[in-house]
């Protein structure tokens, strides 16, 4: 029996009645826990400006935060997985696919385009965790091979941006061919002598990092990204050893030579940019002004 007892009704929430607040417009920094403006947020490329905790950035602002202007086409975005395998593990794949593309708008989880970073012509992959975790499957692999293709074709560089849970399992072992399927367009990349940055963001784990990810010229990450292979219960579990403190982040992989550099987010495009151009990049010719019209006099 219960020793006390609810005597008056709790008073009910007005359902019909909307929020003075309105939704989404103040953000609380998971470091700092301070209070920031979503405007302000947007205009600091979604990094923290009390503390730089870098939020994660969705696929379309970081082709935005890359490019120089909204000239930029994007490629191959109809390409849609058809579930080989059937697979069903807590609900069926497609299910998934489903509801992956009614959330981010995206057919598959990536957006390959071509534009202009510090007015360099550059083929940019970009990776979307929205979508299944990132995670790699056959249309990812198709895509960002074709776009390495494409930049050994019209003789550009390219920019892959990582943010990944890793291959996609429940398209078996044609998620993991993808690996070697990019690497192998990235050697063809390689004796064509185009420069390939590869850039790593929280998280960039499993077949990605264990393939393109770490196969860039220059290997750049932003801050306290979480990168590795597999999880830390795996590896403790398997070497039976207490893993260091920091292991899979950013800054630990930089001590150990496993990334050339940590670069903040609003420094990230003239990084790149400074790297391409030290691969040989060249800048487009800047536009051709408008020519004056020939006057003729004739005299007479
Ligand atoms: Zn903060």
Redesign the pocket.
């Known amino acids: 029996m219960a020793w006390f007892k609810k005597v008056r009704k709790p008073i009910e929430a007005q359902a019909d009645k909307p929020s003075r607040v309105p939704e989404g417009l103040w953000v609380k920094?998971p470091?700092?826990s301070?209070i920031?403006y979503n405007k302000d947020l947007a205009a600091s490329l979604s990094v923290?400006p009390?503390?730089?905790?870098h939020f994660r950035l969705n696929a379309t602002d970081r082709l935005r935060s890359l490019f120089d202007d909204e000239r930029w086409e994007e490629h191959d975005p109809g390409l849609v997985s058809i579930d080989p395998l059937d697979f069903v593990d807590t609900k069926p794949y497609r299910v998934r696919i489903e509801a992956g593309i009614a959330a981010t708008g995206l057919k598959d989880a990536i957006i390959v385009g071509t534009g202009r970073i510090e007015r360099l012509e550059t083929v940019v992959a970009a990776m979307e965790y929205g979508f299944i975790g990132g995670s790699m499957g056959v249309v990812v692999g198709e895509k960002i091979t074709r776009a390495i293709e494409r930049a050994i074709e019209r003789r550009l560089p390219i920019v892959i941006v990582s943010c990944s849970g890793g291959a996609r399992m429940m398209e078996g072992t044609l998620s993991l061919m993808q690996m070697a399927k990019i690497g192998a367009a990235l050697a063809r990349l390689d004796r064509a002598k185009l420069p390939y940055v590869s850039v790593l963001t929280d998280p960039t784990t499993g077949g990605v990092t264990a393939s393109f990810a770490m196969l860039g010229d220059v290997n750049i990450a932003e801050p306290k990204a979480l990168i590795g292979f597999a999880g830390p219960r795996v590896i403790e579990q398997t070497i039976r050893q207490k893993l260091p403190e920091g292991f899979q982040r950013s800054e630990f992989l930089l001590e150990k030579g496993m990334i050339d550099a940590i670069v903040d987010r609003r420094e990230l495009k003239a990084t790149i940019g400074r790297a391409l151009r030290f691969g040989g990049a060249v800048a487009a010719a800047p536009p051709v002004p408008a020519a004056e019209p020939v006057v003729s006099i004739t005299q007479t």
Do not use: F
């Open positions: 920094c470091t700092c301070k920031i923290c009390h503390c730089a905790h």
